[in-house]
């Protein structure tokens, strides 16, 4: 359940990249219980319709559309939809990514290729056109969501934290450059959160040696990284833009990796 009240976003439109499942999936409900209206999007038609079908049962109101974020066409095509269903767009949350646990030599060619387009050229190609389609002239948020790890040497994710430090670069950037239109823009760097595809991929590829060991002595919780996005968002964070909000129960700052107790 969220610490915000129903009426947070009441009147706006969110959009939510990768927001039929996992953390892209809590964060758009999150908005919707909060006043929202919704729209989500990703490359499977069926997981979208599905999910917006949960969410229309749980009352809130939500647009499905299928998109590819690498394709610049097809997020037009998305902010287009948007604007013609709701009539504004205020907040847009970059959540659509891909992840898999592999050892730089262990990289293929496109396999690198296809995370840095998803993660980097997606969240690019998206602001850009909710700045071009709405954003620029009416203002507003953008959160864009990252990764905790790209500033040390993560094993198994070369070509993740590579996309993700091009995310957190992008961010600052739009945020400077975008700021005087009234568009903040920050980033969330999610740690090991239950109940997600990418924490069962590196647990298996890991034999469990990524959870559960951080100063907080816990995984977190896709309502984690909501909360976050929420506030960041939200009206409570008006004087915030340009940053990078870890939240992975103190992992990033813990270098020993040694606990007292």
């Not at 947070?8 to 908005?31: D, N, W, Y």
């Not at 559309?65 to 997020?75: G, H, I, S, T, Y």
């Not at 600052?172 to 009234?182: D, F, I, L, N």
């Not at 992975?248 to 700052?253: A, F, N, R, T, Y």
Request: negative net charge; glycine residues 12%.
């Amino acid at each position: 359940m969220s610490l915000f009240s129903s009426n947070t976003f009441h009147g706006q439109v969110v959009l939510v990249t990768g927001g039929g499942t996992g953390i892209g999936k809590q964060i758009a409900r999150s908005f919707g219980r909060c006043g929202a209206s919704l729209a989500i999007c990703s490359r499977r038609l069926e997981v979208i319709e599905a999910t917006a079908a949960e969410f229309e049962g749980e009352g809130l109101s939500c647009l499905a559309v299928p998109c590819d974020v690498r394709k610049p066409d097809e997020v037009e095509h998305v902010l287009r939809c948007v604007i013609e269903r709701y009539g504004r767009l205020d907040v847009v949350i970059n959540n659509a990514a891909g992840n898999f646990p592999a050892p730089m030599s262990g990289i293929t060619y496109n396999g690198f290729k296809a995370v840095v387009d998803i993660d980097l050229l997606g969240t690019y190609n998206v602001s850009k056109a909710a700045f071009e389609t709405w954003l620029g002239e009416h203002g507003g948020n953008i959160v864009n969501i990252t990764a905790p790890f790209q500033n040390v040497g993560p094993t198994l994710q070369a070509h993740v934290a590579s996309a993700k430090a091009g995310v957190d670069s992008l961010t600052r950037t739009c945020a400077v450059e975008w700021g005087p239109r009234g568009i903040r823009v920050n980033a969330v760097a999610p740690g090991a959160i239950a109940d997600t595809e990418g924490l069962s991929r590196f647990e298996n590829a890991t034999e469990g040696g990524s959870s559960g060991r951080c100063p907080l002595g816990r995984v977190g919780t896709a309502q984690d990284i909501a909360d976050t996005v929420l506030f960041l968002a939200s009206e409570a964070s008006t004087y915030v833009t340009g940053q990078i909000i870890c939240v992975d129960g103190g992992s990033s700052v813990d270098s020993m990796k040694i606990r007292l107790d």
